[in-house]
């Protein structure tokens, strides 16, 4: 059966619908919406053959149809017409970034509540790093006769340090000498590169420092992984109570249960080579917990080896083109926001030599 125009039409009219109404939408409905030019009787063969293929679902005998996931997925991939944020839209967004966002600090649990609160959805925030970080030196400096401190200069500009106590007296030059073994092999590793030969053979060349190596790294791998980590915030889950689906309190019990950031895990790394924005309908979701929902999300650039990522979870039935139109435009304001300004031109007469 051919997927014509026509039922195009009629699949996008029913999706716009149902997303306002939250209601079951009949032939009538469709016939009498201004742009649609169809007989009651055409539409409701064209409901017919769409149901037939998959595209809708008709929840009782006597009630009209409702988008199915193939139906949304349809919607989402070809028919959705853009949203056009008003200018009011617009200004409150930016307002609100301007005045809520001024540090990258505690970023990803309030990029979060804005998204909750511009979308009316549960909303996720992720911030992570790009491939992460490695080590550049090792300083290993002695503290006193009982201790010494080792130095982590990383890839990313940060400086780490850690007092580490000695299990027996090592003098300075053992600790110039590790320091130098480390620097030789250990300097721009990932934590999954050293290995326990390569762990073997600094042990073998640190000489009587030998005994510090596993601590130092033990201490390095767990600083690298941190670096590694990524920061995520989950916020609003209250706003889906709201929604019609969620009336049944023992489906509105199993979502809530479900809307945690161990379930929403694998997001990130869903978006971690996708370019725009992405959808996930219903059973195409990660978390067979939420395969009754939709997920939308995007990324941005936060700048210094970070990226983000902001999505929502919502009803299949979410409207899918404001939707995304706002966290677009969330994505673009903030990537803006962290963009570091260009250095400033020296003017001709003042340039260095």
């Not at 409901?47 to 998959?54: F, H, I, K, Q």
């Not at 301007?98 to 309030?110: A, C, F, T």
Request: aromatic content about 4%; hydrophobic content about 40%; glycine content about 6%.
């Amino acid at each position: 059966m051919e997927l014509t125009e026509r039922k195009k039409k009629v699949l996008r009219s029913i999706v716009d619908l149902y997303i306002r109404t939250a209601e079951p939408v009949g032939s009538k409905a469709i016939a009498e919406m201004p742009d649609m030019k169809y007989s009651s009787a055409t539409i409701r063969n064209e409901m017919a053959d769409l149901t037939a293929m998959g595209y809708l679902e008709q929840p009782h005998t006597s009630a009209g149809r409702i988008p199915s996931p193939a139906g949304y997925r349809l919607y989402v991939d070809e028919l959705m017409l853009d949203y056009r944020l008003s200018m009011d839209e617009t200004q409150k967004i930016s307002d609100a970034i301007e005045s809520k966002m001024q540090q990258v600090d505690r970023m990803v649990e309030k990029v979060a509540k804005l998204v909750s609160q511009a979308t009316d959805l549960p909303a996720i925030s992720v911030a992570s790093r790009h491939g992460g970080a490695t080590v550049k030196r090792f300083e290993l400096i002695l503290a006193g006769s009982g201790s010494f401190i080792l130095v982590l200069m990383l890839s990313n500009d940060e400086v780490v340090n850690k007092l580490i106590k000695l299990p027996l007296d090592i003098a300075e030059a053992d600790l110039k000498l590790l320091a130098a073994v480390l620097n030789a092999t250990l300097t721009e590793l990932p934590p999954e590169g050293i290995t326990p030969e390569l762990l073997d053979r600094v042990m073998r060349s640190a000489g009587a420092a030998a005994s510090l190596v596993p601590v130092v790294v033990d201490f390095t791998c767990d600083t690298l992984r941190k670096q590694e980590r990524t920061n995520m915030a989950v916020a609003g889950q209250m706003r889906l109570l709201t929604q019609p689906e969620y009336r049944d309190i023992d489906k509105a019990q199993r979502i809530m249960t479900s809307l945690d950031e161990e379930s929403l895990s694998n997001l990130p790394a869903i978006m971690q080579n996708a370019n725009g924005t992405q959808v996930l309908v219903g059973p195409e979701h990660v978390a067979q917990e939420l395969k009754d929902t939709s997920v939308v999300m995007t990324k941005f650039d936060i700048g210094d080896g970070m990226h983000g990522m902001i999505g929502v979870v919502g009803p299949t039935r979410m409207d899918y083109a404001k939707v995304t139109a706002r966290l677009s435009y969330f994505a673009e304001s903030l990537s803006k926001m962290f963009a570091k300004p260009d250095k400033p031109q020296l003017p001709e007469g003042d340039k260095e030599n």
